[in-house]
């Protein structure tokens, strides 16, 4: 929490995203792409594949928390009184947090200049579909929007898929080119993440061409240690036997 919310290292990270995203982008307007940033349905890890432009406008698609937004009241209230994840806080902090939140560095200018090229920003995120009005309103006190639902705007319960995003992911990509993909968690981008990899073949995964040259070339993660996807694995997962060191005898 100190690293993502408070530091200035996290928020110049976050402006760096930001920044090569936007420039990203504005090369894809020029170049008129043939293909989305989004995964074809038959697609793999192995042998990805795109949704093709055709002659679609072109769009962005965003997470909204700890992507577009800092949900800084709620990790607060859970710093001052740490406690295992509650789904009704959580949902209690939707529908209630429009002026606790703040941008994250970079976002808002991002968002405006994508607009101003003439890019469609789309906010997909498992807020819950029920709190859609409240999420709209919190989007757009922030500087953001706009956010319409099911145009701007797409929520967990938009679909039969809950928490998981490729089905709402091939509903904007069938009606947009989109150029740009920003996340917080691997599933921002493909839930074929999520697909009961080991927390070492996940990370594996991102750095196996073809899918490693996709980030920062149309995926673009942000950095978040606080919850999420990222924050699993054993030790051994984490560090290999082969890679383990001490300090020779007497120097401990």
Same mark, same amino acid.
């Given at each position: 929490?100190?690293?993502?919310?408070?530091?200035?290292?996290?928020?110049?990270?976050?402006?760096?995203?930001?920044?090569?995203? /936007?420039?990203?982008?504005?090369?894809?307007?020029?170049?008129?792409?043939?293909?989305?940033?989004?995964?074809?349905?038959?697609?793999?890890?192995?042998?990805? *594949?795109?949704?093709?432009?055709?002659?679609?406008?072109?769009?962005?698609?965003?997470?909204?928390?700890? /992507?577009?937004?800092?949900?800084?009241?709620?990790?607060?209230?859970?710093?001052?009184?740490?406690?295992?994840?509650?789904?009704? /806080?959580?949902?209690?902090?939707?529908? /209630?947090?429009?002026? *606790?939140?703040?941008?994250?560095?970079?976002?808002?200018?991002?968002?405006?200049?994508?607009?101003?090229?003439?890019?469609?920003?789309?906010?997909?995120?498992?807020?819950?579909?029920?709190?859609?009005?409240?999420?709209?309103?919190?989007?757009?006190?922030?500087?953001?929007?706009?956010?319409?639902?099911?145009?701007?705007?797409?929520?967990?319960?938009?679909?039969?898929?809950?928490?998981?995003?490729?089905?709402?992911?091939?509903?904007?990509?069938?009606?947009?080119?989109?150029?740009?993909?920003?996340?917080?968690?691997?599933?921002?981008?493909?839930?074929?993440?999520?697909?009961?990899?080991?927390?070492?073949?996940?990370?594996?995964?991102?750095?196996?061409?073809?899918?490693?040259? *996709?980030?920062?070339?149309?995926?673009?993660?942000? #950095?978040?240690?606080?919850?999420?996807?990222?924050? *699993?694995?054993?030790?051994?997962?984490?560090?290999?036997?082969?890679?383990?060191?001490?300090? #020779?005898?007497?120097?401990?």
């Amino acid at each position: 929490m100190q690293y993502l919310y408070g530091s200035g290292e996290a928020a110049a990270q976050a402006l760096q995203t930001w920044r090569q995203l /936007t420039q990203f982008a504005a090369a894809q307007v020029a170049a008129t792409p043939t293909d989305s940033a989004v995964l074809a349905p038959d697609a793999t890890l192995a042998a990805p *594949k795109w949704v093709p432009c055709g002659i679609k406008p072109k769009a962005a698609v965003f997470d909204v928390d700890e /992507t577009a937004l800092l949900n800084l009241g709620f990790e607060a209230n859970d710093a001052a009184h740490p406690a295992p994840y509650n789904q009704k /806080t959580w949902d209690a902090w939707e529908l /209630t947090d429009l002026d *606790k939140v703040a941008p994250q560095p970079g976002a808002a200018q991002a968002l405006e200049a994508l607009r101003r090229m003439g890019v469609t920003v789309i906010f997909n995120t498992n807020r819950s579909a029920a709190h859609a009005d409240v999420t709209r309103a919190t989007i757009e006190r922030a500087g953001l929007g706009p956010a319409v639902h099911g145009e701007t705007l797409y929520l967990a319960g938009d679909d039969a898929m809950g928490s998981r995003k490729d089905g709402r992911r091939a509903t904007i990509a069938a009606k947009f080119c989109v150029v740009a993909m920003g996340g917080d968690q691997l599933g921002d981008f493909s839930d074929l993440f999520n697909t009961a990899l080991t927390p070492p073949a996940r990370r594996a995964a991102v750095q196996r061409e073809p899918i490693a040259a *996709k980030f920062g070339a149309g995926w673009f993660i942000l #950095p978040n240690p606080v919850y999420g996807s990222a924050l *699993k694995g054993s030790f051994d997962d984490v560090f290999p036997h082969d890679k383990r060191w001490a300090p #020779p005898a007497g120097d401990k």
